[in-house]
């Protein structure tokens, strides 16, 4: 597994190796080569309180989006 995922020398650049199909099911999608690879990659470089805070404000956006939208609809 650990020739998923390949970190440029400088660190710089990730390099992920990419499988052919897309996976059906939530299960599916987190055992996915990318997936594992991307987990993997956090964990083996102590980036979890990094990713956590990422994903927070990408959530927080998206959830100020939607609200924005449904109170436009709700004006229309």
């Known amino acids: ?3 998923k995922v390949k970190l440029s020398k400088d660190g710089s ?3 992920f ?3 052919e199909s897309i996976p059906t099911s939530l299960k599916k999608f987190r055992q ?3 997936i594992e690879g991307f987990y993997r990659f956090i964990f083996e470089n102590d980036l979890q309180r ?3 805070d990422i994903l927070d404000r ?3 956006h998206r959830k100020a989006k939607k ?3 449904k109170s436009s609809k ?3």
């Open 13 to 15: 650049s990730i390099d």
């Open 32 to 34: 996915s080569p990318e």
């Open 1 to 3: 597994m650990a020739d």
């Open 58 to 60: 990408i959530i927080a």
């Open 17 to 19: 190796v990419q499988s």
């Open 50 to 52: 990094e990713a956590y």
């Open 74 to 76: 709700r004006k229309k």
């Open 67 to 69: 609200s924005e939208e």
